[in-house]
């Protein structure tokens, strides 16, 4: 069974840092464009960041870039997201996806989420 | 970067309505739209992609078009089970956007 597993979710200070993970099992990791998407509360979906399969080629939202680093450890099978400089606008949960073996960027598989909250 | 406007942002509407919801791109996305249903507390379900490819497994009332930089989603004959906000997005030219989600609830 394809699965993703987020989790580093947690209450953090304004400018804090926080890292996320995504553990995939059920299918070749190594194969697959990753991707980090968030919602805040009651709000909608936003594309924060993807990741080619060897790491190489990453892409950001604009309001995340310089602030946070999309990474991959194919040997682990894990995706993660380091947030830097963190706002009280980047509290969401935040789901990793499972992309293509291409860039057509929409994702079949989910992660159940992990909540991150910037507060003070 | 590209914008999608998505209407209306609710429909309330009972079983066996025929719904429509609506996408509209700033620009050109040649046909790189999905849809995707999100349950509360749920993660996205993907529905549509390339506009108009059904994913596997999803019921055939579901169906997209497209028509220039517009798009749509229909649901030809609406079930309890679809009660749900519903989502564009598009993935053209290394960028991602979502539309800004339609709730269908029960009239």
């Known amino acids: 069974e394809v699965q993703l597993v987020e989790s580093g979710g947690d209450l953090v200070q304004p400018g804090g840092s926080l890292r996320l993970s995504c553990a995939a099992s059920?299918?070749?990791?190594?194969?697959?464009?990753m991707t980090w998407v968030r919602q805040a509360p009651g709000k909608g979906l936003e594309w924060v960041a993807n990741?080619?399969?060897?790491?190489?080629?990453?892409f950001y939202v604009d309001s995340v870039k310089g602030r946070f680093t999309i990474s991959r450890d194919n040997a682990k099978n894990s995706l993660y997201l380091q947030m830097n400089i963190l706002r009280a606008e980047d509290t969401a949960v935040y789901y990793c996806?499972?992309?293509?073996?291409?860039?057509?960027?929409?994702?079949?598989?989910w992660g159940q989420g992990t909540l991150a909250t910037v507060s003070s | 970067d590209i914008q999608m406007t998505q209407s209306p942002s609710t429909l309330s509407v009972s079983v066996g309505d025929r719904v429509t919801i609506t996408c509209r791109a700033s620009?050109?996305?040649?046909?790189?739209l999905a849809w995707y249903q999100q349950k509360p507390g749920k993660a996205p379900k993907l529905l549509i992609y390339?506009?108009?490819t059904l994913e596997s497994g999803v019921p055939s009332r579901f169906s997209g078009s497209e028509s220039g930089t517009e798009f749509t989603l229909t649901i030809s004959s609406l079930q309890p089970d679809d009660f749900a906000t519903y989502y564009c997005?598009?993935?053209?030219?290394?960028?991602?956007?979502f539309g800004g989600g339609t709730k269908v609830e029960i009239k």
């Open positions: 997005q598009q993935y053209n030219s290394y960028s991602v956007t």
């Open positions: 620009q050109s996305i040649s046909s790189s």
């Open positions: 390339k506009a108009s």
């Open positions: 059920g299918f070749t990791f190594s194969s697959y464009w």
């Open positions: 990741i080619n399969q060897d790491g190489r080629e990453t």
């Open positions: 996806a499972k992309g293509g073996v291409d860039s057509s960027w929409y994702w079949r598989v």
